[in-house]
């Protein structure tokens, strides 16, 4: 029997022990385990009972539920929790429902099936169940390493280590400052966190672009400082596509207006750019010559020195400088082969 057949037989089984029809139906459309999830008022509506009933109802059946379970009473239960028990262990012992239905169906898994797992989370005893709202996805982990209160600080300890530290960090780097048995399991519980997002092995807070670009620019800025190279611009549109960003069908024209717009870009040659924090300056070939003579004083530099420099800061031919350096409105030559600014 495969995975899916026994978390399907796992859910008839729990719902045969509930005795009235109306308590099945109550159970079945308030986790959606026969299609959309329904709410209090809505159950209320069609049952002709309050809401505050049909919690009521809910509530009380969940504990029959929970005790029938406890008291191994719904057979077919326990070979869906070794199922899941199992896939958890693998994934550092709590992961998100959709990452574990995933896992366990082998496929994307629909809401009906996301919601079969939720609800044999919420009946088991070995299990534990973290409700989803603005702060943490719905999940699911082992019991014995935790309920959803401590599972919640666990979550709100990594990020906060990552708010103080105020850079993207590493696992290894997250290890060493948390006690935790393997850094596997700072990853599960940190991609609980709706605060949090992780790129290229890197975990920071989700709000920034270097983890969570969500615009061209971060992009661009993303993939040049993990390349730490300039980079021609239709190279970069190329390393977007093979990324892992969940938008990356832009075309090469976007991305090289994006680069001449954002200052942190700094055009290097034909179509290369820099990040100006790796100390590249903007201004044409004729700026670059300009601020090494100006470094240089009133001595000069030579034509060799003059090019070497240049090429440090700009991705161009040596012939490019020699002809800017012709420039006699910028540049003076004084003595055999060197230069200065002109007055």
Known sequence: MDNAAIITKAITGSLNIIEQEREREIISRRFGLSGHKETLEQIGEMLSITRERVRQLEKAILIRLRIAAEETKIEELSAAEKIIIRNLTEMGRIARISDLAKKILGHEPSATEKASLTFLGDISSALTIVDENDRYYGAIGIAEYGDEKLIRSKVDEIVSVIKEQKVPMTLDELDAKLSYEHPSHIEAVASISKLLSELNGLWGLAKWPTVNPKNIRDKIFVILE???????????????????????????????????????FVLIGRGIYALDSWGFEKGTVSDIIGKVLKKAGEEGLTREEIVKRVLKERKVKETTVLLNLQNKDLFTRVGKGAYKLAN
């Open 226 to 264: 993990k390349n730490k190279e300039p980079m021609h611009f239709g190279d970069i549109a190329k390393a977007i596509a093979s990324s892992d960003f969940k938008r990356k069908d832009v075309t090469v024209q976007a991305i090289h207006n994006e680069l001449i717009k954002d200052p942190r």
